[in-house]
């Protein structure tokens, strides 16, 4: 590991084949500023932001990472910011002429002898924590659960060491909405699939109320594990067996009990990497998201698939504008084909309801160098890494295959963490450019930063800096190793996240494409 | 007040223009069973559901409360059950043939000299409940703002003993949102108007992340209220000036610390009942919720009206089906025609989504005997009163007027709830037939029984038992003045709420009618 002078004009340019690179020094650089190569800044740049390496004709292509990000608006000389301005927005890659598993990479050799310490599953699955969950059908029970919870862990989790956490599966979804209409069966399938999460221990117990919409039997058939047909896990606040709040709150507490003492018998055992199922996810990203975080990620990523776990990549506006490079990777024909049909799934709901591609990249996603969608998606995608796609699922679907995974969501970043949990994520990669406090009590979130000056700035949220890529203090070979080496130590509960050091875990949000009655 | 045999076979019928009457008696009524009247069933019929008063060939309508809910899918004899398989679901009303404004009622006798003891606003408005609420522009500062807010109430709330609560507007909103999609407005103008909510003592506070689609300005302009152009009322996470996350809390709290220091400060003055803003709405209704609950809330709606408040009803799913009815009672067209609109709109929402209409009434309700959402809408609609309707809202937009006021929402409980806070409601009254543990903690919420069963069997989640009506124990004009008064008390901070005294406070839950990315 070499250390630069940090004061040095640094830029970074991603491949080859590209006509553009991004300043890498904090606070950006002056005209004038000379860089590697012999190019000189014409105009000040800020930090993240593009500028031209050769002369640019109007219409000439901005090319980054080997891809044409969009067309210049004017004439741009070598050396001048290359701003949002200046950059028209192609058109999104039409779906009926993809390539389809055109490229698909050659699996890469296996790495064998990974392990972590996690926790078994009758159903095979494995856990790295060993929480109770309590589902709840309906947005009537929430505020109750969450009182009952307080309760549970006052009274009962301190006799029961072994068990991490209580967490309620809260929602606005049961009631009061359309769930005969299509795309309903998304929420439905996902709560069913969150209480199977492997980091629950196979202990589902669902809260109802009595009269809403959403049955327990069909948020989560009885047929769904062997233990929910031996032991009764619903517990209904309209049953006439309960005279008021107190008896009900006993009930939950005493069902929760059983369910406790069993989760406190287990104990940690030796699981290959290959029990990982691993989501990324990235949020508040800048232009060295693509650059330094969502790269060493992807190498990271490929560590995993070749240790045989499963990786999910996800965010569908966020790959849209790069699907081409997708459908290319993919495995094999079918799978590309569903890639497709995912597209075609969110372009039409999109549609719906008028929304405007534009939307994405946000104001502070653009402020950080993101000139568009495409540049965005092309940062996005370096989190998968190389790896060939072996699967492709619907949002909330339970992932049942290892390798590479295109787990289809929206970008909003807890609507994604819900979706990648209900898919059966057991551990949680997320990276950051401007900087976020993202936590989910369901699986432990390792934050990556995309800036040192993140990473300094935020040292108790940020858990991993990938800036050190930008400043030339690290490659991404060795933050994609010091991560995959964090993945096995947070799964064996070794080290601790900051999100969970702080408690920082969001409410589960659904993605609930149906209308509200 | 007369006290008859609890045993005596009773019914209910709401109109004498009405050909069907429900059961009253606790586990239904046995064949054979001798009604009022000479009238004798001749099956059995549940408790709640209705039974025929006259012979009714193939065809004939079925009348309730003077209205046709349907016809007679095969002849019904006098005495027999008339279940949900028995009536046809009638054609929503036309939107485009509504009587407008032809049957205004004549204003009642104002109520003079009722009043309540709250905290003035400067704007004017006045709050039963002394609440600093922090507000969030995004997701991903939830649960950072409740860690804050968990100290808060730990470290700070303790010296401020006139400050009842501090409470997290937290939401799934702000990013991850197509932000200029139409429906858009909805949220948006929701988040901000629960900001200025008359219980929050005109002091906002809004924590920011800082990259986010809907930034401050754009949530709650400081031209809302004079404080916010003199004093900084936003915290951004990614300022430079933050190191840290103990940085950021500390900031959150210093202030948060002002605030609770203004707010302890105010005490309770009296108000007149003018000052109320009173919500009203139903959730897990029942047959018998049209027949007691809600006319008792009707009447007490009337008697708020004649004391110059503010009462608002809501759900548009729930009075579609009348809505005849309403545009017929408007004050005057163009009141008329804004109903008119707001349908329209929803009938639009619903369309685009393929929802579909007999999704509503639920499984519950249709078991508690209400056979489709007409019946539904009528037993709905009673909670309404007999005043004319003065003004009619959009969702989340703030009320400005006073009398009674069709605030349009979801019928789905807790988006109705923050829907009708973001209007300025500072009092609530629920109503429920198969029984929830319904409550916000923005406004207090009474919550009023359909039955008497339900209203023991819960004693400490029911606030008010109007099953008395049913059971001869009292009149609807009875627990109207009954509910009158405890709103006054309860207004008043004499009286606490089931929901209040156990803390039982759902999180908010946002109307967005647009996509998510
Ligand atoms: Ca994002
Ligand atoms: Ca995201
Ligand atoms: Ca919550
Ligand atoms: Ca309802
Ligand atoms: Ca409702």
Redesign the interface.
């Known amino acids: 590991m070499n250390h630069p002078q940090p004061d040095r004009p640094r830029s970074l340019r991603m491949d080859p084949r590209d006509n553009v690179a991004i300043v890498v020094n904090a606070g950006g650089l002056r005209e004038g500023a000379q860089l590697e190569g012999g190019l000189t800044l014409t105009e000040p740049v800020p930090e993240a932001h593009k500028f031209a390496l050769n002369d640019l004709p109007q219409g000439a292509p901005i090319i980054r990472y080997g891809v044409t990000i969009g067309y210049a608006t004017r004439a741009i000389q070598r050396g001048s910011w290359v701003h949002e301005g200046l950059i028209t927005l192609p058109e999104a890659p039409a779906l009926d002429s993809l390539p389809l598993a055109t490229e698909t990479p050659k699996p890469q050799p296996p790495l064998e002898g990974y392990t972590f310490q996690g926790y078994r599953n009758p159903d095979g699955t494995a856990g790295t924590k060993n929480i109770l969950a309590i589902s709840t059908t309906v947005?009537?029970?929430?505020?109750?659960v969450e009182?009952a919870i307080r309760r549970i862990k006052a009274e009962l989790l301190p006799r029961y060491p072994n068990v991490d956490d209580v967490v309620a599966i809260?929602h606005?979804y049961g009631?009061?909405?359309?769930?005969?209409?299509?795309?309903a069966e998304i929420p439905i399938r996902t709560l069913g699939n969150l209480a199977l999460n492997p980091n629950l221990g196979g202990e589902p117990l669902v809260v109802s109320?009595?009269?809403?919409?959403m049955?327990p039997s069909r948020m989560l058939p009885a047929s769904k594990l062997p233990v929910l047909r031996e032991e009764s896990y619903v517990m209904r606040?309209?049953d006439?067996e309960?005279?008021?709040?107190?008896d009900?709150i006993a009930a939950i507490m005493q069902m929760a009990e059983k369910r406790l003492d069993r989760l406190n018998q287990r104990r940690r055992v030796t699981c290959p990497a290959s029990d990982l199922v691993v989501g990324l996810q990235c949020?508040?990203s800048d232009a060295f998201s693509g650059a330094t975080a969502n790269p060493a990620v992807g190498f990271a990523s490929d560590l995993l698939v070749r240790a045989g776990a499963t990786v999910m990549f996800s965010e569908v506006?966020e790959v849209r504008d790069a699907i081409d490079l997708l459908t290319a990777r993919a495995a094999d024909e079918s799978v590309a084909r569903e890639l497709v049909r995912q597209m075609h799934w969110y372009d039409a709901?999109?549609g719906?309801?008028?929304?405007?591609r534009s939307?994405?990249p946000?104001?502070?996603?653009k402020?950080?160098g993101l000139a568009n969608i495409v540049e965005k998606s092309l940062g996005s995608i370096a989190k998968a890494g190389t790896s060939a796609i072996t699967g492709v699922f619907g949002p909330g679907e339970r992932v049942t295959k290892k390798g590479l995974i295109f787990a289809a969501t929206?970008?909003?970043?807890?609507?994604?963490g819900t979706l990648q949990l209900a898919a059966s994520m057991n551990m949680h990669i997320f990276t950051t450019g401007?900087?976020?406090?993202?936590?989910l009590a369901m699986a432990p979130v390792i934050k990556v930063a995309s800036r040192t000056e993140l990473a300094q700035?935020?040292?108790?949220?940020i858990d991993l800096d990938a800036g050190r890529i930008a400043t030339g203090h690290a490659t991404i070979e060795e933050i994609g190793w010091e991560l995959f080496r964090m993945v096995l130590e947070v799964a064996s509960g070794n080290q601790q996240t900051?999100a969970d050091h702080?408690?920082?875990?969001?409410?589960f949000?659904l993605?609930n494409?149906?209308?509200?009655?």
Request: charged letters at 15%; glycine letters at 16%; proline letters at 8%.
């Open positions: 947005q009537c029970v929430s505020s109750s009182y809260t606005n009631c009061g909405v359309a769930i005969n209409a299509p795309g109320l009595g009269c809403e919409k049955q606040f309209q006439e309960y005279r008021g709040f107190g009900i949020g508040g506006t709901y999109l719906r309801g008028d929304a405007d939307a994405n946000t104001p502070g996603n402020e950080g929206p970008a909003s970043d807890f609507i994604c401007r900087g976020t406090p993202y936590g700035r935020w040292p108790d949220l900051w702080w408690g920082l875990h969001n409410d949000a993605f494409p149906a209308p509200v009655t």
